[in-house]
């Protein structure tokens, strides 16, 4: 076995690429002033080049400037959208109204979404069907006549599956009812229509890919009202307070000009890796459950129980030589809820093993981590 770990956790985070990291270099000790002062050289040209990275930005995405506002990463999105979405409407219209979302969410969008319920909002969560996908019967049947919200991520972050976002919003635009929609993991790896898609607002994180972290966006419709969340400076048309992270801003273009010039490559190639690691694994091993859909997936994520082993065992044996997870980055070694929400047991779901994939990982690779895993498996069963 490789005395170095092999790396499967490519969701958890990616690492910046040297094509990023030049792209920033001069904005952390060149141009370094303040965005916000506009009283000296320094600050005008830090601002300066924020307006043409946010031209950059919304060409690549084909969207107004004036819809995007940067945020210190996807879960301070997540919660501007959620938040101060309904918070406004709420103000608007006099009331609280109701919200749909799925149960396999991630944390930034179901914590959210959950403390708006204290506030005296209404939310409902559909439960998934076995394959992780939204049952598109209930949602129709989920909508009152107060929904205001929905918010359905395009690709699970554990189990990879892929929510029809298109059908979603049509549904919800048909009702007059705004979609929101995390992006984090579907971004740079499927193609996305932004546009004709039809959703209100999404988000996108840094260093998911291969950019840095600390930085994330929102991107909004024009006419969304949206009530801040944090105030102090009036940055990004009032909705954003904050110092804008000048380097981390021409990191995020970068990473997202990277992303769609070269999505159509990287999302093949990896695809032939998944499908040689899945057959691999089920090759050597016996009693493996997949978690989620294998066709509507996306290209660089497997998630899988391991039947007939103790789960704490299986990672503390994999540890030295793989780099993976159960669940979640942000889990923090909870079970994962969304594999309960599939209806699996406790024991299965910390038996269970998410790989993920990454633009760096090869066939040998692959390799490599199929004989690791068919290796410690077949060790604990005996």
Not at 95 to 114: N, Q, Y
Not at 343 to 348: F, I, M, S
């Amino acid at each position: 076995m490789k005395s170095t770990p092999l790396v499967f956790d490519y969701q958890s985070s990616t690492p910046c690429s040297r094509t990023v990291l030049d792209a920033m270099a001069p904005y952390w000790i060149d141009v370094w002033g303040n965005p916000s002062n506009r009283q000296n050289s320094l600050g005008l040209h830090s601002s300066a080049a924020i307006s043409v990275a946010r031209d950059q930005l919304a060409s690549l995405l084909k969207v107004s400037s004036q819809r995007l506002i940067f945020t210190s990463g996807a879960t301070e999105a997540n919660n501007l959208a959620l938040l101060g979405y309904a918070r406004a409407r709420a103000i608007e219209k006099g009331f609280p109204g109701h919200l749909i979302t799925l149960s396999t969410e991630h944390p930034s969008v179901l914590e959210p979404i959950r403390q708006l319920k204290k506030e005296g909002f209404r939310v409902t969560e559909l439960q998934p069907r076995e394959d992780g996908i939204i049952q598109i019967d209930q949602l129709i049947d989920a909508f009152q006549k107060d929904t205001m919200l929905v918010s359905i991520m395009a690709a699970n972050n554990e189990i990879g599956v892929l929510q029809p976002i298109a059908k979603i919003a049509e549904l919800c635009h048909e009702r007059a009812v705004k979609f929101h929609t995390d992006l984090v993991q579907a971004f740079g790896n499927i193609p996305i229509n932004f546009n004709q898609n039809g959703i209100d607002f999404y988000t996108i994180s840094g260093h998911k890919i291969y950019g840095p972290k600390g930085i994330g966006l929102l991107v909004a419709r024009d006419d969304l009202n949206i009530q801040p969340i944090q105030w102090g400076g009036g940055q990004e048309n009032g909705i954003r307070a904050g110092t804008l992270p000048v380097p981390l801003i021409i990191g995020l273009t970068k990473s997202v000009e990277v992303s769609l010039s070269k999505l159509d490559y990287h999302s093949k190639r990896m695809r032939i890796l998944l499908e040689q690691l899945w057959h691999g694994l089920n090759n050597e091993l016996s009693d493996l459950i997949l978690n989620g859909s294998f066709d509507q997936r996306l290209p660089n994520n497997l998630n899988f129980t391991v039947k007939g082993v103790n789960g704490t065992l299986l990672h503390k044996k994999l540890r030295p030589y793989l780099a993976c997870s159960s669940g979640s980055a942000c889990s923090n070694g909870s079970l994962s809820h969304v594999l309960l929400s599939l209806g699996r047991t406790a024991q299965e779901a910390e038996s269970s093993l998410r790989l993920s994939l990454g633009r760096s990982t090869t066939s040998t690779d692959v390799a490599s981590v199929i004989a690791v895993i068919s290796k410690v498996v077949n060790h604990l069963r005996r």
